[in-house]
């Protein structure tokens, strides 16, 4: 009886010592972990307690918000091969590279989930885990599109990274060698012709202090208008050009301007009619400046430069750091950049001006035709292109016949110049009538058809976008062209340099060979709608025209993304 006794209690011993084992509670078992280094990396671990092991492939990080932000990539530590499984022991480490979007900025409050498994070396199995980690990430940090990748940036976010980290002084000279150079854009030529023209309406007693001047005032006042306007589209994520491009606007602007040319031609003074066209006359020195004033601020808004690198990238910065102080000083440092061929433009058109006579007459004729030519292009932006094509038409032939083409007592140059404007006006009046009206090429529907080798069908064949106004429209065509490479044109019917990429950069017949490559997109953003905007939101586009690149695993390249008009073989290295 003691013998049996005593087997029982070593049994029970056993047992209680069995129970007490070493088994550890999963909290016990697993210690996860998640912080933030000084690279604003994310650094994740898991402390194991003794002989607890964790399996590679149950162990996941993801990022639940905010939406923008995601990992770029992983440095896990080596697993080890262990019955079978790949595992983690002594307590792996990982360390999480971050990616964000346009949309983000300052410091974020990001969720982190980490699910894992793992066992017991004894032999027990715990279930699988999941634990949220709550951090503050400052994502202003880093820029572009990762950390790894911040030595390739778009021009956009490059120029958006040079506000952040110059002086105040390099940022107001940088964006006024920019200014420099978009004053050379097509975008910029329409408003040559306007503050010209508002010099010559002076008439004979202007000076050529009063030109520069009046030239001073339409500068600044076209650098206050679009400052304020690319203060707003950065704070508010607007589309800068659409806003002010409905056709009532461009039916009224162009309506100015041809009151402008019909004085011009001398059928009345600018004072009349009275309330439209009494704010650009000359009554009053007073009147004069307030008239050019108010022509500088509605050209800058209706007629003014159209999205390009700098400008969208000092958008991004006021869009991502609020900071509208020193993102507007960089637009109208950049404005008064843009404005300054504008200011020789009006005082050489004041300081040459043509004394009284028939030379002054044929001045103002001239100035007349381009407010008329300026009244068309702005039209352009809403009327079908065969339309204003054959007001340009119309317009060249009858100052072809007003310079006196048949006159044969007329000066040898001006009847050289109204032959030529004639026999241009005609050949487009022509590409009209045969249905391919054509300002480059008027009369290229004359051309025979070529035989087309196999080697040149790409590059002569048309390119074929795949129109689309809306967000789900986009992302059912990116999934269903998963595994392609994806071309995303955002482009609009109201888009100057649109048009200049179509007709210079995208028929050159090098880049339409290799853009047969691509999946080929257009977003639309002509309505400007709730869509429209929702769609531009999405990709960080502040207006057209914006090209962007998707992989063929549906990533956008963002170092590639194109803002603005570009030449052929820049398109090309993109491509």
């Keep these: 009886m003691k013998i049996f006794m005593r087997f029982i209690m070593l049994l029970l011993l056993s047992l209680l010592?069995?129970?007490?084992?070493?088994?550890?509670?999963?909290?016990?078992?697993?210690?996860?972990?998640?912080k933030v280094n000084s690279k604003e990396?994310?650094?994740?671990?898991?402390?194991?307690?003794?002989?607890?092991?964790?399996?590679?492939?149950?162990?996941?990080?993801?990022?639940?918000?905010?939406?923008?932000?995601?990992?770029?990539?992983?440095?896990?530590?080596?697993?080890?091969?262990?019955?079978?499984?790949?595992?983690?022991?002594?307590?792996?480490?990982?360390?999480?590279?971050?990616?964000?979007?346009?949309?983000?900025?300052?410091?974020?409050?990001?969720?982190?989930?980490?699910?894992?498994q793992g066992c017991s070396e004894q032999g027990l199995c715990y279930e699988p885990t999941t634990k949220i980690f709550k951090l503050n990430i400052d994502t202003s940090k880093f820029s572009g599109v990762t950390q790894s990748q911040s030595k390739s940036q778009s021009k956009t976010d490059l120029i958006a990274e040079t506000i952040k980290s110059s002086s105040f002084l390099v940022v107001l000279l940088t964006f006024f060698v920019f200014g420099l150079l978009l004053s050379l854009t097509p975008c910029v030529?329409?408003?040559?012709?306007?503050?010209?023209?508002?010099?010559?309406?002076?008439?004979?007693?202007?000076?050529?202090k009063k030109a520069f001047m009046l030239s001073l005032v339409y500068v600044l006042a076209m650098a206050v208008a679009y400052t304020i306007a690319g203060v707003f589209a950065?704070?508010?994520?607007?589309?800068?050009?659409?806003?002010?491009?409905?056709?009532?606007?461009?039916?009224?602007?162009?309506?100015?301007?041809?009151?402008?040319?019909?004085?011009?031609?001398?059928?009345?003074?600018?004072?009349?009619?009275?309330?439209?066209?009494?704010?650009?006359?000359?009554?009053?020195?007073?009147?004069?400046?307030?008239?050019?004033?108010?022509?500088?601020?509605?050209?800058?808004?209706?007629?003014?430069?159209?999205?390009?690198?700098?400008?969208?990238?000092?958008?991004?910065?006021?869009?991502?750091?609020?900071?509208?102080?020193?993102?507007?000083?960089?637009?109208?440092?950049?404005?008064?950049?843009?404005?300054?061929?504008?200011?020789?433009?009006?005082?050489?058109?004041?300081?040459?001006?043509?004394?009284?006579?028939?030379?002054m007459t044929l001045v103002n004729a001239i100035f007349g035709v381009l407010m008329l030519g300026v009244a068309i292009w702005m039209l352009e932006k809403i009327l079908p292109f065969s339309i204003t094509t054959f007001m340009y038409a119309a317009l060249g032939l009858s100052f072809a016949l007003f310079l006196g083409i048949g006159d044969k007592e007329g000066h040898i140059f001006k009847r050289s110049?109204?032959?030529?404007?004639?026999?241009?006006?005609?050949?487009?009046?022509?590409?009209?009538?045969?249905?391919?009206?054509?300002?480059?090429?008027?009369?290229?529907?004359?051309k025979a058809k070529e035989i087309v080798t196999s080697s040149t069908t790409n590059a002569n064949k048309e390119l074929h976008f795949t129109k689309v106004t809306s967000l789900d429209e986009l992302n059912a065509l990116l999934k269903k062209n998963r595994g392609k490479k994806i071309l995303l044109d955002f482009s609009a019917a109201w888009c100057t340099a649109c048009k200049e990429l179509e007709e210079v950069t995208f028929s050159d017949s090098k880049v339409k060979e290799k853009m047969s490559q691509f999946v080929l997109i257009r977003a639309d953003v002509t309505n400007n709608g709730a869509k429209e905007k929702a769609l531009s939101k999405a990709y960080g586009v502040f207006g057209p025209p914006a090209i962007i690149f998707f992989d063929t695993n549906g990533k956008v390249l963002q170092a590639k993304t194109i803002v603005g008009f570009v030449e052929p073989n820049e398109f090309l290295k993109a491509l």
């Design 189 to 208: 030529f329409p408003m040559i012709p306007i503050i010209s023209g508002l010099i010559i309406s002076q008439g004979k007693g202007i000076t050529t």
């Design 234 to 359: 950065g704070l508010f994520g607007a589309n800068l050009q659409a806003a002010l491009q409905t056709p009532w606007v461009v039916y009224s602007f162009s309506a100015i301007f041809v009151f402008l040319a019909l004085s011009m031609f001398g059928y009345y003074e600018l004072k009349l009619p009275d309330a439209l066209v009494s704010k650009v006359s000359k009554n009053s020195n007073r009147s004069g400046f307030v008239g050019v004033a108010i022509m500088g601020f509605l050209s800058a808004l209706i007629v003014g430069p159209c999205v390009a690198a700098p400008l969208a990238g000092a958008l991004v910065y006021i869009g991502q750091t609020g900071d509208a102080l020193l993102g507007g000083t960089a637009l109208f440092t950049m404005s008064i950049g843009m404005g300054m061929p504008l200011i020789l433009v009006g005082v050489s058109a004041g300081k040459f001006m043509p004394k009284p006579g028939a030379w």
């Design 41 to 116: 990396e994310i650094v994740v671990g898991v402390k194991l307690g003794s002989q607890i092991y964790l399996y590679k492939d149950k162990f996941k990080v993801k990022i639940i918000k905010p939406k923008g932000l995601s990992i770029e990539n992983i440095q896990a530590p080596k697993a080890v091969e262990h019955m079978g499984d790949k595992v983690y022991f002594n307590n792996p480490e990982f360390l999480l590279t971050l990616k964000k979007d346009s949309s983000l900025s300052d410091i974020q409050n990001v969720e982190l989930e980490i699910s894992y």
């Design 417 to 446: 110049v109204a032959l030529i404007l004639f026999l241009y006006s005609l050949a487009l009046f022509m590409s009209v009538l045969a249905g391919k009206p054509s300002m480059t090429q008027p009369l290229g529907f004359l």
């Design 17 to 34: 010592s069995l129970e007490a084992a070493d088994f550890l509670m999963p909290d016990q078992a697993f210690k996860p972990y998640a």
